[in-house]
């Protein structure tokens, strides 16, 4: 039934073995009534049966837990156990918790008084332990307990044994485990977690107290330090971390901004306030990051702290999170967002008043306040928690800070700022041949430092003219090294030219290890691999941009880290993305695409230079041309840029949503009331920077009317004395834009679109659907081929056909297209090329393959990949904004399904396994071929036998795998566990009831 994960000792059957102890139970209930203090062998006691850890045993072999304030009870390892309990012990060893329960109950109806005293005192341990930390087995006891009638005649007691084999009732059980995939129980687990529940109790106490003991580590238990030790490798504290952490803002939880140069640790303070947060004031915690990689790496490398200390991490990216979160009572959250989701996040809080269940909310990257429509979604999002809830503390940390009084204001926060990094920076410009290292000392900024020492040859000075291949073999393939480059085509062009010109003892360095890779390469592209990869993987060396799929780029990062790859050319994404240092950073130019480098970019690229523990310094290298050479004095003396307010750089994604959706959560319904949280946003500090054209009340004014004019609000904008009489109200259209968090330069268009698909919604295929879900805002980056155009529209049903037809694009305008006729009738661009996407999508789910689909569209496969996630998460959006209008019930199953296929867009075998953070489709496959299929599969296995059975799998990456499975079984096991105690909740104010 199970497979490969049977709970067999041996190559005995299971059954087999439950038929012997059965046997031996039922004689065992002859034996006479053993002497006080002996275990009787026909007594089973379920959940007891694994020995006490080690390192939970004193020098006696004793372990003492505390029930409470007044009484201990002890567990004595060294109990007498006699041959026939041990044999059946470790059979139980395995068993899931249904079994486990049935012991207990047959136990319970056999064993009536006939329970030693040393028994019952275990008992009682147990009991106090599993009231402290409730786990869903022993829910799933109590539930049995209500349920179940109560009968304790002896009459009953041998019925029970005539009618209901042990044998069958395992059988029926393990139907049903297998079914449900239910968590094992561990009583020793358990007794474990009660330790670690005294200790937090204790440490909550210390941390609330005024005292200036901070407990065995920041007034967590010791065993938060020794995990930082066990999945980190950090031993101590840098010196700043510690008086940071020690700040008399940070014991009075007020608001702190901490900025630090990239690399010196910030992040290793954030997550030690988080649990003091999730832990000992027992609030749930928000954490803010800029991309979804990230923000999937974190859940990775949290989720092992989270099984450990008992707490949920749950994932809001792309299409991921529930809207609101559930409400839970036991364990605490932490959720780690993107901008975006964050920003959802905190509004479905605010509606559904639990705002105040949020007790933390950390920012990484603060500095995003001042960057497009994400820095105004953002400073949204920071406003609301500011005004909706006085208990949220706010963190935020950055390494490129400069305009710090303004944030400090907005954010009501102290600041703390130190100059540490652990690895020395050295920063140099290269002109021609000639290295000067920066220092802002001297009058222009640069001093001589040496000459280049490598002989070229006259071609290889043609094709180097900027020496990057002197620059990199002073470094590689000893120590790894970066090249940021302009664009994504400069990328591949300085992979390929470098690895051309190096020596053939490059291919010997870590020879297998790169073929291994080539290989995994091959299998993430059923069979193919790019050429400039196969062309410079075999000298060390790849290309890293978002033109890689995501499977792609997670292998080449993942070489990368473990040294197989040592150098590696990309963009500046990379700069703000995962954490890849290098000995050595090279800027091939001073530009970002066709823009001169800022300051704050700058910062970031260099900051990658200098890996702790591993270089004793790091080192950038700017490579400069003779024209460019005043810019970059300017560029490399200048401060930092400014963090400005983009609420009204980005309008329709920042003023007016804002103000919509302060309508729809009752935050301010009035203009006055408008005009008092604006006054509180960080475009309200930095108000002195409006035009002087108009005033921001005034801006807040049009910006009202706009929406009403949109049919978004309603309400009337009087004039000056009447202004705060009028009460504002959001339409159910307003209220669906701003909680689908659909762009309010599109939300007439998506509303009409989905009544008009209501009218003739074509469903032989997902291809309408995929219409109205391909993003609106990825059109203006499409050119399509219309060759291509016309092949796949013919390959088409009459049904599928029919969808251009009713979006606007008839078939004679893609044939006259494609055969360079004229075209007299208008035919809307952006809605030819969203079909075109539709197209490429629609072809995508088919097959499965990014591979494949780019080239049958002639598109590069990392746009592919960019077009399925936006298209996930689009979906998400459309799917959240027809729940909130009834006419549009039709579309909330059809849309549910949809973004679980656009979301992993996978064999529907896999899914289960893509849930897992850091799981992409080749890993699943492995996984799912290596017998792992479900998520219970992961959750129990062992990590050194899955870096065994997976190829390019290590031990940290298995084992951030196994745990990431455990935290969603954990949280789906939670989830479930809520929903059963709300339904079995008996109703107080019925007569009769207590």
Known sequence: ?????????????????????????????????????????????????????????????????????????????????????????????????????????????????????????????????????????????????????????????????????LKDHLKSAMTGNAKAQTLQVSKTKQLKEAILSEEICVARKTIESSSVDIGPFYGLPSKVKDLFRQFRGIEMLYEWQHDCLMLESLQQ??????????????????????????????????????????????????????????????????????????????????????????????????????????????????HMLGEGSRGATLEMTLAKILYASKNTQIIGMSATLNNVGDLQKFLHAEYYTNNFRPVELKEYIKIRDTIYAVDSKTENGFTFSRLLNFKYSSNLEKADPDHIIALVTEVIPKYSCLIFCPTKKNCENVASMVCKYLKKEFRAHREKEKQDLVKNLKYIGNGSVCPVLKQTIPFGIAYHHSGLTNDERKSIEEAYSAGVLCLLACTATLAAGVNLPARRVILRAPYVANDFLKKNQYKQMIGRAGRAGIDSAGESILIVQEKDKHLVQDLVNSPLENCHSNLLLELTKGMQTLLLSLVGLKIAVTYEEVNNFMCSTLLGVQQQLLSKEKSLSEIIKDGLENLIEKGLLKGRISEKDQNSKCTLTITPLGKATYKGSIDLAYCNLLYRELKKGLEGLILESNLHLLYLTTPYDTTSNCSPDWMIYLRQFNQLSGAEQKVADIVGVPESFITKKASGQAIRKNVDSAVVNRLYLSFVLYTLLKETNIWSVSEKFNMSRGYVQNLLNSAASFASCVLRFCEELEEFWVYKALLTELTKQLTYCVKTELIPLMEVAGVLEARAKQLYNAGYKTLAHLANANPDTLVEMIEHLSR????????????????????????????????TDIPGTY
Do not use: W
């Open 253 to 366: 939880r007020r608001n702190l901004i901490y900025s630090l140069p990239a690399s010196g640790g910030k992040t290793l303070v954030a997550e030690i306030i988080i649990l003091q947060e999730l832990l000992c004031r027992q609030k749930d915690v928000l954490m803010i990051l800029p991309y979804v990689a990230i923000v999937q790496e974190k859940v990775r490398g949290l989720s092992s702290f989270g099984i450990e200390l008992g707490f949920l991490v749950e994932e809001y990216a792309g299409s991921k999170g529930r809207f609101p979160p559930i409400k839970r009572r036991i364990k605490k959250s932490l959720y780690i967002a993107t901008i975006e989701k964050g920003h959802a996040l905190v509004n479905s809080l605010i509606e559904t008043e639990r705002i105040d269940d949020l007790g933390l909310v950390v920012v990484d990257e603060l």
């Open 956 to 987: 940290r990456q298995a084992k951030q795998i196994v745990s990431s499975a455990k935290m969603l079984l954990s949280e789906k096991a939670e989830a479930l566990q809520e929903e059963v105690e709300e339904l079995l909740k008996v109703p």
């Open 1 to 165: 039934m199970f497979g490969d994960y049977d709970s067999f000792c041996g190559n005995d059957s299971l059954l087999a073995q439950v038929d012997d102890i059965e046997h031996k139970y039922l004689q065992d209930e002859k034996l006479d009534v053993k002497a006080p203090g002996e275990i009787i062998p026909g007594n089973l006691q379920p959940g007891l049966h694994q020995k006490a850890q080690d390192n939970f045993s004193t020098s006696e072999n004793m372990v003492v837990l505390k029930a409470d304030k007044e009484d201990a009870f002890q567990i004595n390892e060294t109990d007498a156990v006699d041959n026939n309990q041990e044999q059946t012990d470790s059979i139980l060893d395995e068993l899931p918790s249904s079994q486990l329960l049935y012991f207990e109950k047959m136990n319970k109806l056999s064993s009536g008084s006939r329970i030693s005293p040393a028994s019952e005192g275990r008992n009682k341990c147990v009991n106090s332990s599993s009231e402290k930390i409730r786990s869903p087995s022993s829910f799933c006891h109590d539930a049995e307990q209500i349920n179940k009638p109560t009968d304790s005649s002896s009459d009953s007691k041998s019925d029970l044994f005539k009618t209901e084999s």
